[in-house]
């Protein structure tokens, strides 16, 4: 049976688009009050409108989360806020792909400035509020829900730093899940495979073509798919820990 979420706060890093808008927007019809984090402020603002048009509750947090500051700031803000925070969706990620040889390190920094910085800043500033919510709160649990990839399992050519962002997310959530687990805080992975989001578009246009070669076969999975997935993880009963989800397209082999 399935736990609604009333009462609690989620906070959900880039929330304003893809599977972060999807999932902060899963949480708040479950009853969660949700703090909405990104860069694009505007984009934040028409989720929190739609969350607010079905009677949910929802607060715009403009932040970059790979510059520490701003990622303490965002959770500060949401506690400050909100009241409380019973979850957090780490879900902001770059992915920047392409051959080592000649590529350009700047992407190489962003995807782990983001992707693992960013993640362990917000899980750091979070926990301590988690912990508390899992003490006090009115599920008497807590959530971490770490978004990583596919990539994060299998390594490909073209896609090594990518690969060992996402693998560094799951060394990362399971030596954590054994640290927090015995005090009801649940860590987990969600990793999903080929998606329609705009992960994909801020790559170098030769290498968005051969991604789109790669899928033009294969019917990818929606932002919606995985938000369900996250919602499913975060709405099991106390005593039920989901630790990790590997999700993809039926027709994606690997």
């Known amino acids: 049976m399935a736990d609604r979420l009333d009462g609690t706060v989620a906070l959900v890093t880039g929330a304003s688009s893809g599977i972060g808008s999807a999932a902060a927007l899963a949480l708040a019809a479950q009853g969660a009050s949700v703090a909405l984090v990104?860069?694009?402020?505007?984009?934040?603002?028409?989720?929190?409108?739609?969350?607010?048009?079905?009677?949910?509750?929802?607060?715009?947090?403009?932040?970059?989360?790979?510059?520490?500051?701003?990622?303490?700031?965002?959770?500060?803000?949401?506690?400050?806020?909100?009241?409380?925070?019973?979850?957090?969706?780490?879900?902001?990620?770059v992915m920047l792909l392409g051959p080592v040889a000649d590529a350009p390190v700047q992407e190489w920094q962003r995807m782990v400035s983001v992707n693992v910085m960013g993640l362990l800043y917000c899980?750091?500033?979070?926990?301590?509020?988690?912990?508390?919510?899992?003490?006090?709160?009115?599920?008497?649990?807590?959530?971490?829900?770490?978004?990583?990839?596919?990539?994060?399992?299998?390594?490909?050519?073209?896609?090594?730093v990518y690969n060992a962002t996402k693998h560094a997310v799951g060394a990362f959530s399971e030596a954590l899940r054994q640290e927090v687990?015995?005090?009801?805080?649940?860590?987990?992975?969600?990793?999903?495979?080929?998606?329609?989001?705009?992960?994909?578009?801020?790559?170098?246009?030769?290498?968005?073509?051969?991604?789109?070669?790669?899928?033009?076969?294969?019917?990818?999975?929606?932002?919606?798919?995985?938000?369900?997935n996250i919602a499913y993880i975060v709405t099991r009963p106390r005593h039920v820990a989901i630790n990790e989800i590997l999700v993809r397209p039926t027709e994606q082999v690997a």
Do not use: K, M, Y
């Open 38 to 93: 990104a860069r694009r402020a505007d984009r934040l603002r028409e989720v929190a409108e739609r969350i607010t048009a079905e009677g949910g509750r929802a607060v715009v947090v403009e932040a970059d989360i790979a510059d520490e500051t701003q990622a303490r700031a965002a959770v500060q803000r949401t506690v400050d806020q909100l009241g409380r925070l019973d979850t957090l969706v780490n879900n902001a990620g």
């Open 123 to 160: 899980a750091h500033a979070a926990l301590p509020h988690l912990l508390a919510a899992a003490s006090d709160g009115p599920r008497r649990v807590a959530d971490l829900v770490n978004i990583s990839s596919v990539a994060g399992r299998v390594a490909r050519n073209g896609s090594g």
């Open 181 to 228: 687990t015995g005090r009801f805080v649940r860590v987990s992975l969600v990793e999903p495979g080929g998606t329609a989001t705009e992960l994909a578009e801020h790559n170098r246009p030769e290498i968005l073509e051969s991604i789109r070669e790669r899928f033009a076969s294969v019917q990818r999975l929606e932002a919606a798919d995985i938000a369900d």
